[in-house]
T-cell receptor
Framework: ETGVTQTPRHLVMGMTNKKSLKCEQH?????MYWYKQSAKKPLELMFV???????ENNSVPSRFSPECPNSSHLFLHLHTLQPEDSALYLC??????????????????FGEGSRLTVL | EDQVTQSPEALRLQEGESSSLNCSYT??????LFWYRQDPGKGPEFLFT???AGEEKEKERLKATLTKKESFLHITAPKPEDSATYLC????????????FGKGTRLSVIA
């Protein structure tokens, strides 16, 4: 139990569906992240939220839409996905946002992931 | 562009057979190097942070070391429960990505 809970654990959707992934952290952390993990590829950062701002990876297609209503909850809204979007989507949190401006412990707390299959 | 390369891609060891995993990195300025462990069907779990060349960290059968170009994760007398994918990541002092991850090394320890 890492303190980061993701739901659903598994999701199968068609290309025209709209669905959402949910993440909740119980650690009192200030930053939350969405990562995509595909086979044979490194973890790919999608979005970062902190108390101050949202940092978005410019290469993320608009069919992925994040939402962070408060510091404990993070959503990833999915719409009109493609089969190549099938992957494990991981949510993570950290005490403070990890960025280039300061030394950080690098300690991310990950959830167990949502396995997404797009048909 | 910041890069992290892990080798080997997969490693199979007999129980008790010590070995090392490699993480080579290319970054403009290193703020830290991090090791994670990922079990099948789970998210990565943080293991170590290394900040400067010459630094070492230990945890049970694992020991992480850092040079100016690479890090090693030494596994001494591994047990089957050490089987997992080990991920390396770096934090650079420039660029937009907070942590750059490698593809990982999949370790299997056979009893």
């Amino acid at each position: 139990e890492t303190g980061v809970t993701q739901t659903p654990r598994h999701l199968v959707m068609g290309m025209t569906n709209k669905k959402s992934l949910k993440c909740e952290q119980h650690l009192g952390h200030n930053a939350m992240y969405w990562y995509k993990q595909s086979a044979k590829k490194p973890l790919e950062l999608m979005f970062v939220y902190s108390l101050e701002e949202r940092v978005e990876n410019n290469s993320v297609p608009s069919r992925f839409s994040p939402e962070c209503p408060n510091s404990s909850h993070l959503f990833l809204h999915l719409h009109t996905l493609q089969p190549e979007d099938s992957a494990l989507y991981l949510c993570a949190s950290s005490q403070d946002r990890i960025d280039k401006t300061k030394v950080n412990t690098g300690e991310l707390f990950f959830g167990e992931g949502s396995r997404l299959t797009v048909l | 562009e910041d890069q992290v390369t892990q080798s080997p891609e997969a490693l199979r060891l007999q129980e008790g057979e010590s070995s090392s995993l490699n993480c080579s990195y290319t970054v403009s300025g290193l703020r830290g190097l991090f090791w994670y462990r990922q079990d099948p069907g789970k998210g990565p779990e943080f293991l170590f942070t290394l900040y400067s060349a010459g630094e070492e960290k230990e945890k049970e059968r694992l020991k992480a070391t850092l040079t100016k170009k690479e890090s090693f994760l030494h596994i001494t007398a591994p047990k089957p429960e050490d089987s997992a994918t080990y991920l390396c990541a770096v934090q650079a002092d420039s660029g937009n990505t907070p942590l750059v991850f490698g593809k990982g090394t999949r370790l299997s320890v056979i009893a």
